[in-house]
């Protein structure tokens, strides 16, 4: 995983490439081909955790909709692309895929209902009805969720279908991005912000864009490496003295910890590194500061920061992809806090959004030693 990318800038690689395998387009299948969990738990699991994923899980399966849905159960609206993309994500991080494993059903479900929602929108966006006013969120995960499917036992008429929707769904994030300027930087801004052609920036968005766009590339979808280039940019113009990333590049602000360890997730899944990790050079030291900022201002001890489960949804895709002692470390601790926040019912509920948006985060976070994820993959 950590080679040198000789046909990208070292900026450009981010989202874009995850091996060198991957510049061809293949990917490895072994991970998310593999049969569900035994009893053995892998490291830094046991079989207490085991107990609470498969209560969790059975929450969203006795939860999903007739049409393949889940719906947000919050204040701020229904969502139900997002909602359905994060819980077929937390089946997939448990070893089912749409034909093998304890509920691929569910999954078989969840994504003919994204693949439904597609039809609605002909210029290629993904996004359910129902107050999904914030349409880009749904849009991102929905592409990450459909590029897991996507070459994983799937009969070749349906993954054909899968890459058509993703190729256009791909262009719609190309032509959405800003050109916004921010500050001191006089060239577009390359971020993405809550809905389609909009020409502004927010880093919540712009993490879900960059972490779809590797997931297509790396089932082989065709993305625009100037798109890669000016968003990676964009995490460079929001970086702030302090190591953070900021909210947005045009507004500025003060670092954002939940967004600065996406930013993170988003690096280490392409195989950019600080040193410690074995990076080198100017880009080395800008993902050092920030893996130092994060480590001292993302704690699983403490909910004060806000977004407390989207955060670490991405802490633990950072701190998994860095692994070592920081991983051997990090796991028990937000393994240990999630066990005693599952309700009796088998839920979570999540930052106040809704039990579906908690529960699926909340499983995929517990199932990642497993290793099942591409998106994962290190």
């Known amino acids: 995983m ?5 046909a990208w800038s070292a900026w450009a690689v981010v989202l874009a490439v995850a091996t060198t395998s991957l510049l061809g387009g293949a990917w490895s299948r072994s991970a998310a081909a593999a049969p569900p969990p035994g009893p053995v738990p ?19 399966k006795h939860t999903q909709r007739p049409d393949g849905s889940w719906m947000h159960d919050g204040s701020y609206g229904s969502y139900p692309s997002v909602m359905t993309a994060l819980s077929g994500l937390a089946f997939m991080a448990g070893g089912s895929t749409p034909e093998t494993g304890p509920y691929c059903s569910n999954v078989t479900k ?9 039809e609605m929108n002909k210029d290629g966006l993904i996004a359910g009805p129902g107050a999904e006013h914030r349409s880009m969120y749904g849009h991102g995960f929905s592409m990450l969720f459909l590029a ?8 070749k008429d349906k993954d054909k279908q899968v890459r058509e929707v993703l190729a256009r769904a791909v262009k719609v994030t190309e032509r959405s991005q800003s050109t916004v300027g921010g500050g001191k930087w006089p060239k577009p801004c390359g971020g993405w912000y809550y809905t389609p052609e909009s020409n502004n ?3 919540s968005v712009t993490v879900t864009q960059l972490q779809a766009l590797r997931a297509c590339r790396n089932v082989g979808v065709l993305v625009d490496k100037k798109v890669i280039d000016k968003a990676v940019e964009y995490l460079h113009m929001c970086q702030q003295p302090d190591g953070g990333i900021c909210y947005s590049a045009s507004s500025r602000g003060q670092s954002r910890p939940a967004i600065s360890a996406a930013a993170i997730a988003c690096f280490y899944a392409a195989g950019v590194y600080d040193r410690t990790t074995g990076g080198k050079g ?4 800008m ?12 704690r699983v001890d403490n909910q004060n920061y806000g977004h407390y489960f989207y955060t670490h949804f ?18 028990p601790q937000i393994r240990d806090r999630l066990l005693t926040m599952q309700a009796p019912d088998g839920s979570w509920n999540g930052d106040g959004v809704g039990t579906t948006y908690g529960t699926a985060i909340a499983t995929i976070i517990l199932q990642l030693p497993y290793g099942y994820l591409p998106i994962c993959q290190k």
């Not at 100017?282 to 030291?285: K, L, Q, S, T, V």
């Not at 991405?314 to 796991?331: H, I």
Request: overall charge positive; hydrophobic content about 35%; charged content about 25%.
């Open 42 to 60: 892998p490291d830094l699991m046991d079989r207490r955790t085991m107990a609470a994923i498969e209560r969790g899980l059975n929450r969203l």
């Open 314 to 331: 991405y802490m633990a895709q950072a701190m998994y992809q860095r692994g070592g002692k920081d991983w051997a470390q990090y796991y």
């Open 110 to 118: 969840a994504l003919n209902y994204i693949l439904r929602i597609t």
């Open 201 to 203: 920036d927010e880093g």
């Open 282 to 285: 100017g880009e080395a030291e």
């Open 148 to 155: 897991q499917c996507s070459g994983v036992e799937l009969h």
């Open 2 to 6: 950590r080679q040198t990318r000789k």
């Open 287 to 298: 993902v050092e500061k920030l893996v130092q900022y994060v480590q001292q201002n993302v």
